[in-house]
C-alpha cells in the first residue's frame, strides 16, 4: 500500500543553519504531497503542498520540490530560526485520506 | 474566518466510560475527516464523512468507535467503554471539496487520556 518514509529525528541545529529533512514515499499514480507543522500542544498547519511531478511548494523560507523520478519530497530551509523548532509530518494523499510519516522532531538551538 | 474547532481539548476518562469528541468544520466545509495520533506517531486515517454520511470507515476499529456528522451540528467522535489503549491525539479536519489536490485543513485536537 502506500507510504510515507521520513528520517527520524530528532534534529538538532543551531540557528542559521541549512535545513534538510527527507522524505520519500510510495504510491500508485499522482498522489498530492505535502508538508505539515505540528508546534508542541498545538495541531497541525499545512506548510506547502505539490500536486505534479517538478512542482515546488514554498512557504515561510521552506521549499519542497515533487520529484517523481526519485519518489521523494524532502523540505529544505536556507536559515532556520528557534521559532522553527516543531515536530514536521510529510504526507500524500490517497483517494479522500492523508497518509503520513511518522514525523521528525526539529530542535533549532539559539 | 475561524479554523477547525474541536472540543474538548483535554479529555480524562476511566476505564469503561464513554468519550465524545466534537468537531465543527470550517465556515463552508462540508467534508470532515478524522485522524488518531499515537505518542511518538504519525497520524492514522479513521473515517471521512460528509453531511449525514459515513464515506469511508476502512481506518475506524470495528468495535466501539463510531462517528456521524449530522445535517446540523458538529461532528462527533464517539468512544464506548474506553480502554488505555484509546489514550491518543484525536484529530479532526475539514476541506471545501474532495479529491488528491484538495488540502484538508486540521483543528488542535483534542487528547484524550484514559486512566
Known amino acids: 500500500g502506500d507510504s510515507v518514509t521520513q528520517m527520524e529525528g530528532p534534529v538538532t541545529l543551531s540557528e542559521e543553519a541549512f535545513l534538510t529533512i527527507n522524505c520519500t514515499y510510495t504510491a500508485t499514480g499522482y498522489p498530492s504531497l505535502f508538508w505539515y507543522v505540528q508546534y508542541p500542544g498545538e495541531g497541525l498547519q499545512l506548510l506547502l503542498k505539490a500536486t505534479k511531478a517538478d512542482d515546488k511548494g514554498s512557504n515561510k523560507g521552506f521549499e519542497a520540490t515533487y520529484r517523481k523520478e526519485t519518489t521523494s519530497f524532502h523540505l529544505e530551509k536556507g536559515s532556520v530560526q528557534v521559532s522553527d523548532s516543531a515536530v514536521y509530518f510529510c504526507?500524500?494523499?490517497?483517494?479522500?485520506?492523508?497518509?503520513f510519516g511518522k514525523g521528525t522532531r526539529l530542535h533549532i538551538l539559539p | 474566518n475561524a479554523g477547525v474547532m474541536q472540543n474538548p481539548r483535554h479529555l480524562v476518562r476511566r476505564r469503561g466510560q464513554e468519550a465524545r469528541l466534537r468537531c465543527s468544520p470550517m465556515?463552508?466545509?462540508?467534508?470532515v475527516y478524522w485522524y488518531r495520533q499515537l505518542p511518538e506517531e504519525g497520524l492514522k486515517f479513521m473515517v471521512y464523512l460528509q453531511k449525514e454520511n459515513i464515506i469511508d470507515e476502512s481506518g475506524m476499529p470495528k468495535e466501539r468507535f463510531s462517528a456521524e456528522f449530522p445535517k446540523e451540528g458538529p461532528s462527533i467522535l464517539r468512544i464506548q467503554q474506553v480502554v488505555r489503549g484509546d489514550s491518543a491525539a484525536y484529530f479532526c479536519?475539514?476541506?471545501?471539496?474532495?479529491?488528491?489536490?484538495?488540502?484538508?485543513?486540521f483543528g488542535p485536537g483534542t487528547r484524550l487520556l484514559v486512566l
Open positions: 479536519a475539514s476541506s471545501l471539496g474532495t479529491g488528491v489536490t484538495e488540502t484538508q485543513y
Open positions: 504526507a500524500l494523499s490517497r483517494d479522500d485520506k492523508i497518509i
Open positions: 465556515k463552508g466545509h462540508s467534508h
